[in-house]
Nanobody
Framework: QFKLVESGGGLVRPGGSLTLSCTASGFSLEWYGMGWWRQAPGKEREAVACTSSNGAVRNYANSVKDRFTISKDNARNTVYLQMNNLEPEDTATYYC?????????????????????WGQGTQVTVSA
């Protein structure tokens, strides 16, 4: 069964760190670009980061640049989002998504319609 499952969310204090994982089952992530998105209550879904299928291109939203790192482990069929120096504004449900056409190129972060499949999300809450 073609499935993406996110994990690693939780409650963390401002300034803390979390690593989110997105593991695929039923298919290989090796040939897919991937992205992380988030949606806070009452707000639109926003792109956080993307990676090309080989990891050579990685782009970030300005709001998370220099704090978040996206990485892909094809052997584990998993994509990660390392989040450091978390801020209350990072509180949201985080989703991973597949990009079969590798739209993550240059400085471009793919729009949501460029992603094919989505996970169910994992909640991140940043609060003192």
């Amino acid at each position: 069964q073609f499935k993406l499952v996110e994990s690693g969310g939780g409650l963390v204090r401002p300034g803390g760190s979390l690593t989110l994982s997105c593991t695929a089952s039923g298919f290989s992530l090796e040939w897919y670009g991937m992205g992380w998105w988030r949606q806070a209550p009452g707000k639109e879904r926003e792109a956080v980061a993307c990676t090309s299928s080989n990891g050579a291109v990685r782009n970030y939203a300005n709001s998370v640049k220099d704090r978040f790192t996206i990485s892909k482990d094809n052997a584990r069929n998993t994509v990660y989002l390392q989040m450091n120096n978390l801020e209350p504004e990072d509180t949201a449900t985080y989703y991973c998504a597949t990009d079969p056409i590798n739209h993550c190129t240059g400085w471009h972060i793919p729009i949501d319609s460029e992603y094919e499949s989505w996970g169910q999300g994992t909640q991140v809450t940043v609060s003192a």
